[in-house]
């Protein structure tokens, strides 16, 4: 990426979102450089139509990140989330037509304030003329990445043994609850799984799924003879997602199912405590187009489907509203073009 042009990442810093904003730049040719609000109380509690209005942008910013606003501006930002949102307009407005600004998830102000706006379907934006809703949310599970990640880590997941079946846990959040009887019942389906197919399974846990419940994945894991990822080094889930034969998800990340279903693999969903109106729109419109299905106690079957490329969608629609506004762009990622 070093050739390519620069793209801001505007996020409040959480990983799922700047992992979105990351995502779409660099699919759509750039070269992402995050830059991470810090909003304190009180503040991070306006609404998101104060924030719209309140002038003090650059007092939120890190001092490094302060002086990138004195310029150059890049031709291209991508923003996520709340936090993000004031600095992307006040971007938009002092660029002036410099900068072509795109804001992911429901900014909850106007889309007229951004070039493009491209919220997950579930989140209902009203359709608007920049406006393009996308399934799931934007992800580094790219095609060029899925392939360098396979030819990184086939030999340590081929050695584990055929079929083999990712499992990726996530843990609690406002809407699901990871406890025992969640985890318990993962492993149930698991390992009837692994009885009746020979499965070998590989896990990975997140930073939400805390230190009793990876006391208890650990056990499982190792009554089973899987194979978890102790958190050193580099994260290996794309590499799980690519060379896996299947691949499990627990219900509560959308960006964990996304990235799921952008290798093509069949996919099983693994139900949790809760549940929100949002999260059952995206995993029946998953199951819908024959991606994924709920986790049961049935053995692992085979089932192929289109990957879900939506980040590679949405950069295109970026790159021609750019082109369409005089930008010249970079090549886009793995066309030459």
């Known amino acids: ?7 801001w990442a505007i996020s409040g810093g959480a990983r799922g979102m700047e992992n979105q904003c990351l995502a779409l730049a660099e699919a759509a040719g750039f070269a992402p450089v995050p830059l991470r609000v810090a909003a304190k109380a009180p503040w991070r509690w306006l609404p998101e139509k104060a ?70 379907d579930h989140d209902n934006v009203a359709p608007a003329q920049n406006v393009l809703s996308i399934i799931g949310s934007p ?13 990184k880590w086939a030999s340590k997941f081929n050695a584990l043994g055929r079929p083999l079946v990712a499992v990726a846990i996530g843990g609690s959040s406002s809407a699901y609850r990871l406890n025992r009887s969640t985890i318990d019942e993962l492993f149930r389906c698991l390992e009837k799984m692994q009885t009746e197919s020979g499965a070998r399974l590989a896990i990975t846990t997140s930073r939400r799924t805390g230190t009793d419940n ?7 894991a190792k009554r089973l003879g899987a ?21 499990v998800v627990t219900e509560d990340s959308v960006n964990m199912a996304a990235e799921a279903a952008a290798s093509g693999k069949p996919l099983y969903v693994a139900e949790l405590e809760g549940g929100s109106e949002k999260f059952d729109h995206f995993h029946d419109v998953l199951k819908a187009r024959g991606i994924a299905r709920s986790l049961t106690h049935a053995p692992l079957d085979a089932w192929s489907y289109t990957p879900l490329t939506e980040t590679v969608r949405a950069a295109q629609e970026v790159r021609q509203r750019m082109s369409d506004k005089g930008f010249a762009l970079p090549a886009a990622p793995g066309t030459g073009q």
């Open 139 to 151: 992800n580094l599970a790219l095609p060029w990445r899925l392939a360098e990640a396979s030819g």
């Open 1 to 7: 990426m070093a050739d390519r042009p620069v793209a």
């Open 51 to 120: 924030w719209s209005l309140w002038g003090k942008v650059p007092s939120r910013l890190s001092a490094e990140n302060r002086q990138m606003l004195d310029g150059p501006w890049p031709d291209l930002v991508v923003a996520c989330g709340r936090q993000s949102v004031p600095l992307a307009i006040h971007i938009k407005r002092v660029s002036q037509g410099r900068t072509f600004v795109v804001q992911c998830q429901d900014p909850r102000v106007t889309p007229a304030l951004f070039d493009l706006v491209v919220p997950p």
């Open 214 to 220: 990876e006391a208890l994945i650990q056990a499982h």
């Open 227 to 247: 194979w978890v990822w102790d958190g050193s080094g580099d994260s290996p889930i794309l590499g799980l997602y690519a060379c896996a034969d299947a691949i």
